[in-house]
């Protein structure tokens, strides 16, 4: 799917506006030019009165609806025109420290890095939620399938790969993280994240399965422990104390409100039954799986509408972990769930 014309238009005025201090704004990041043009590659550069993009021209045909008509990318074509125009103070989304080094002295002095894209993806329009949507669909038929499964047997790596092909076959492009899907068994649930195993799922584990989908590039991210048959009272009392207490943060969201709020509450619920919370409680989702906002203490953004993000206690003891995540989109001031299962 690509956007309307006038939905990247409106994009790019959005970033004029955010520009304040900044001459320009450079564009580099894959994901970031492909909201701004529909397309994962070539360099954009905005400014107040206008915007270039420039492109290979093997990838042209891959342009549709872009508010800006491709020109070829050519060697130094980027910074010829940031000096032809006379850029004092040019803001960059992404640019590593080799990238950074290679430049010529007067145009490391005109780059500052900016978050200003992060920002302006923070908010989804209602084309974005609808792909958001979709892909927290396609988790939720994933999970929902190794719930009803027999999996008793399996290596972690099976499961994964299993839960890999279905969310593909159902439409999405990729798993949504890097390493894969993460399923966790037995005493491999005591780390938050870590790669599957060829450990094989007995009864009486508790697993963590981390799962998401890709639609149209945007993610979806769900996290729930099921219970192999017979688990320890210890094992079967955390597990459902984490997973209504996903639930009652979800419950406590509303529009306007402050996020650290959400993070304050699940590590006092989690340090009251005497245990250590060891990460955020959540993340944005959307052409990343993980970017703004940050559901964690230092937050200083309010809850908005447009925001896509998750909600994800965990418990972690020298033993096992035990940790429950959903997909949550504020939607004209109401929650929506989106990896419901």
Not at 67 to 95: A, M, Q, T, W
Not at 111 to 128: G, H, Q, V, Y
Not at 175 to 182: A, H, R, T, V, W
Request: net charge positive; proline share 4%; charged share 30%.
């Amino acid at each position: 799917m690509v956007f309307s014309k006038a939905e990247y238009r409106r994009r790019i005025r959005n970033a004029q506006g955010w520009l304040r201090d900044l001459d320009a704004l450079l564009v580099r990041c894959e994901q970031n030019l492909r909201y701004f043009t529909g397309v994962d590659s070539g360099r954009l550069l905005i400014w107040d009165s206008g915007a270039i993009f420039w492109l290979n021209e093997v990838y042209w045909d891959r342009v549709h609806n872009s508010y800006l008509n491709p020109i070829p990318y050519e060697k130094d074509c980027v910074k010829k025109f940031i000096y032809s125009r006379g850029f004092k103070k040019v803001g960059v989304d992404e640019v590593t420290l080799s990238h950074y080094n290679s430049f010529e002295p007067k145009l490391r002095r005109l780059i500052k890095p900016t978050d200003i894209c992060e920002n302006l993806r923070k908010i989804k329009s209602k084309a974005e939620l609808e792909l958001l949507s979709v892909a927290g669909e396609i988790a939720s038929d994933a999970m929902r399938t190794v719930i009803e499964s027999r999996v008793t047997g399996m290596t972690e790596l099976e499961l994964a790969a299993l839960v890999e092909s279905q969310i593909r076959k159902s439409g999405s492009e990729r798993p949504p993280f890097s390493s894969g899907m993460l399923c966790l068994s037995g005493p491999n649930t005591k780390y938050p994240h870590a790669p599957s195993t060829h450990r094989r799922i007995q009864k009486g584990d508790l697993l963590i399965l981390d799962l998401g989908a890709v639609f149209h590039g945007y993610h979806s991210d769900m996290t729930r422990t099921i219970e192999i048959g017979r688990v320890s009272r210890q094992r079967h009392v955390l597990a459902g104390f984490v997973g209504e207490l996903r639930k009652e943060a979800i419950d406590m969201i509303r529009v306007g409100g402050r996020i650290s709020e959400i993070h304050e509450y699940i590590e006092r619920r989690i340090e009251e039954r005497g245990y250590k919370f060891a990460h955020l409680s959540g993340h944005g989702v959307g052409l990343d799986i993980h970017e703004k906002p940050s559901i964690g203490p230092d937050e200083k953004d309010v809850f908005q509408n447009g925001m896509v993000f998750t909600i994800e206690p965990g418990i972690y003891t020298p033993d096992f972990g035990t940790r429950s995540e959903d997909t949550i989109a504020l939607v004209r001031g109401k929650k929506k769930v989106l990896t419901a299962c």
